[in-house]
């Protein structure tokens, strides 16, 4: 049969006059106005002819512009090979108008052929033949199979070449190679039209299982093959639009294709389409189908139920009746709010239905029903569900202070938006400073001075004094208010209420140190003083002298507070009963003592008992006093440290410190002496000069810092380790927090070489370890450990 390009070839073949007149010694062309030596001559038809000179340049360039002119140029230029060459390449169908040993020239016709294809029907049959040449011609038109030979019709390659172009040309090669797999893959890519001239079923059905929809272009013979209409089908649903229609009215093939996607109920038979089973089965797959539902089916609301199920959008397919039906629109504006566009107006009046369609898309409040969105209860509960809603209503309840508070209270930030006149009311403002403390800045000044607005607030949040008039600061409910919750706001009261004992006593109950704000006579009240030092220490600076006078009061504090004492007056620094009792609580209270009082013996000694630390606070004599100092270290062996030089080569105050302390200093000690056996065997350098940088390092090395220096540098330390920190409660430490003082270190060494020099001279074989003279201070085992092998190194 023949193929739809047969016929679209006719440019080949159109029609030119006979021949074009020559004029003198030039040839008639088509009109080309760019040569203005040219001359015009009268029109042949709706083509304009000139004269144009017998000159092989002049045509050539005539020809590339219009081959169709060797339609009726003379013999002997239809025999110029450049000429020729010049058309093809231009429009390979020129080739049909040259001489046939034109056609028998194998780089003319590969050159039309690659320029047209189809201008391989006017080759020579001799180099049809040819497969380059054929191939170049089936490559750039697939069509051209068709003027090929049959020897290249037969050819596997030329005829792959050929679909892989156009797959329509399958038609034109033999039965076998259509029946070719490769060959119809390759058709069927590039076109699934060539399907209709493949006869194999078996091959149809391998084409179907791979694409249904090719089933519109099967044979007519395979048409009617239900086994090729139901593979079809399952491989894609919509090839049920291409079966039969008896196959349309068949359940078998509707259920298998229903079962894939229920959009395929379109192309069922009509009277399936009144099936309630078949039509539901469609929608719960694919709601949408209900479309295609009929009339009746679309009235069940059991089918539209399942429908807008599935697919809320399937409820603008229902009927108007179920349109309006509650339950159904609420199933379909849960999925999406915009389909109550769909609804009908009763549904779209509705109170819930609307709430629910814009709670699940704020865009669906435009398609509800005016006198709705005119209700005050609907917009209520619509900004109590989304408080930005407010700026979606009527411009009228935005002024609404009921409405206002209801969105503010979903979304604080309507507060920004709120009208003017409603932050004039004493009580939206106090509404909307619950819902945002922020909003205080926005409440208008002549509230502010309303004394019931201002006591609510003091209920309900902190104020800042700013907010407060200079007129409600005389108010004594407004004031303990505002100093109950910060008690410095006393400062802004007004002077009789600085003189108010309740209003006093509320501020520094809240704040100890708000006492400096109060009148005179309340910082010499006791009560109010001892009220606010029991919440702040800190406030005894701001009692008066006369308070300081009171030794009710005193005593008082000092058992509260020991460093009480650096706020009294000298005449209670100088009190010894008052400054005994201080210093028997804490003994760093000594620092506060008059002169006379720290060169006090007993009271010094007190001190020290309670906090060994507070020897620094002594007078320098009894820094020396032998008694102080061995109560001082026995308290805190740190103590040490502030002893008077002099006092610490004292042998009986070396014993008075803890012998758990020396026996931890004693263990670096016999670690040390490890390294020093080690660094024994190794000769020392002659000169100072000669040690290694870091010789102060190295255990055993002679130090290049003169002993003296050594001393002074760890006494220069001690200070930096201060026990001030060790209140009079904490017990004694027993050399656990101690022992890397440097004072303490040096006694321990002293200690040590006081008990080395009484050590024996002798043969240590003839000697026990029982019989070395021991530190009283330091375990029996460690001082063993050292006599022994300090004997042997010596030995």
């Not at 670690?671 to 102060?696: C, M, T």
Request: glycine content about 4%.
């Amino acid at each position: 049969m023949p193929h739809p390009g047969l016929f679209q070839h006719t440019r080949c073949a159109q029609s030119f006059p006979d021949s074009l007149p020559l004029l003198g010694d030039g040839l008639l062309c088509a009109s080309d106005n760019s040569h203005k030596k040219r001359q015009s001559v009268p029109r042949q038809g709706s083509v304009e002819f000139q004269v144009l000179p017998r000159d092989h340049h002049a045509v050539l360039a005539a020809v590339r512009r219009d081959p169709r002119l060797l339609a009726s140029a003379p013999e002997e230029l239809l025999r110029d090979r450049a000429l020729v060459l010049a058309a093809v390449r231009q429009d390979g169908a020129a080739l049909q108008y040259v001489p046939e040993d034109m056609q028998r020239d194998r780089e003319i016709v590969c050159t039309a052929v690659q320029r047209d294809g189809l201008a391989l029907q006017f080759v020579h049959h001799e180099l049809k033949s040819d497969k380059q040449i054929t191939l170049a011609a089936v490559f750039q038109d697939g069509w051209a199979l068709e003027y090929a030979s049959e020897e290249a019709k037969c050819d596997r390659d030329v005829v792959l070449a050929a679909v892989g172009q156009e797959g329509r040309a399958l038609q034109l090669t033999t039965e076998e190679l259509r029946h070719d797999k490769e060959v119809l893959d390759t058709a069927m890519l590039q076109d699934p039209r060539a399907l209709e001239h493949v006869t194999c079923r078996e091959l149809v059905r391998s084409v179907l299982s791979h694409n249904g929809l090719a089933l519109q272009h099967v044979a007519p013979e395979f048409i009617m093959d239900r086994e090729l209409a139901m593979t079809a089908i399952r491989q894609d649903t919509w090839a049920l639009q291409y079966v039969p229609y008896a196959f349309q009215r068949d359940p078998e093939f509707v259920l298998c294709a229903l079962g894939q996607h229920g959009g395929a109920l379109r192309y069922v038979a009509q009277e399936l389409r009144q099936d309630r089973d078949l039509v539901i089965f469609a929608v719960s797959r694919h709601g949408l189908a209900l479309q295609y539902a009929s009339d009746k089916l679309k009235l069940d609301r059991e089918v539209v139920l399942v429908s807008v199920s599935q697919n809320c959008l399937a409820l603008q397919f229902a009927a108007p009746e179920l349109k309006r039906d509650r339950e159904v629109v609420l199933v379909a504006v849960r999925q999406n709010g915009l389909v109550l566009q769909f609804a009908a107006a009763e549904a779209r009046a509705d109170l819930e239905i609307v709430l629910r369609a814009f709670q699940q898309d704020s865009g669906a409040l435009k398609f509800a029903a005016k006198e709705l969105l005119n209700s005050k209860t609907f917009v209520l509960a619509l900004v109590s569900m989304q408080g930005t809603a407010l700026w979606l209503v009527a411009e009228r309840f935005q002024s609404d202070p009921e409405i206002v508070l209801a969105a503010a209270d979903e979304d604080p930030r309507i507060l920004e938006i709120a009208a003017r006149e409603l932050w004039g009311s004493s009580t939206f403002a106090l509404a909307a400073c619950r819902i945002c403390p922020a909003a205080m800045d926005v409440v208008a000044e002549q509230v502010w001075w309303e004394k019931k607005f201002v006591l609510a607030m003091l209920k309900q949040q902190v104020v800042p004094p700013a907010y407060i008039t200079e007129e409600l600061w005389r108010d004594i409910d407004v004031v303990i208010g505002m100093v109950s919750q910060r008690g410095r706001s006393l400062r802004y009261a007004s002077e009789a209420l600085k003189r108010n004992r309740k209003v006093v006593l509320a501020a520094v109950s809240q704040e100890g140190l708000a006492l400096q704000h109060a009148g005179p006579e309340m910082r010499r009240d006791r009560m109010v003083v001892l009220a606010a030092v029991q919440k702040d220490g800190w406030a005894l600076r701001y009692a008066t002298q006369e308070l300081w006078r009171d030794r009710l009061f005193v005593l008082t504090v000092d058992r509260q507070h020991s460093w009480a004492l650096q706020f009294a007056p000298n005449e209670l620094r100088c009190n010894r009963d008052i400054v005994l009792a201080a210093v028997e609580r804490r003994g760093s209270a000594l620092a506060y003592a008059s002169q006379e009082l720290q060169a006090d013996e007993e009271l010094v000694l007190a001190a020290v008992k309670s906090e060994g630390s507070a020897l620094q606070h002594a007078s320098k004599p009894l820094r020396c006093h032998l008694e102080i100092a061995l109560a001082a270290v026995r308290r805190d062996p740190g103590a040490l440290e502030f002893i008077a030089k002099e006092l610490q080569d004292d042998p009986r105050l070396l014993q008075a410190i803890s012998p758990s302390v020396l026996h931890a200093v004693d263990s670096s000690r016999e670690r040390e002496f490890q390294q020093n056996r080690v660094q024994e065997v190794q000769p020392l350098p002659d000169r100072i000069d000669d040690l290694p940088k870091n010789a102060d390092l190295i255990p055993g090395a002679p130090s290049a810092t003169p002993p003296e220096k050594l001393e002074a540098s760890m006494r220069e330390d001690a200070p930096s380790l201060s026990h001030g920190d060790v209140n009079a409660s904490t017990p004694p430490t027993h050399g656990n927090v101690c022992t890397m003082s440097p004072a303490v270190q040096t006694a321990a060494t002293r200690l040590s070489e006081q008990n080395r020099q009484s050590w024996p001279r002798g043969n240590a074989n003839q000697m026990g370890p029982s019989q070395y003279p021991v530190s009283p201070g330091a375990d029996p085992v460690s001082g063993a450990f050292f006599s022994r092998h300090r004997h042997e190194n010596q030995s």
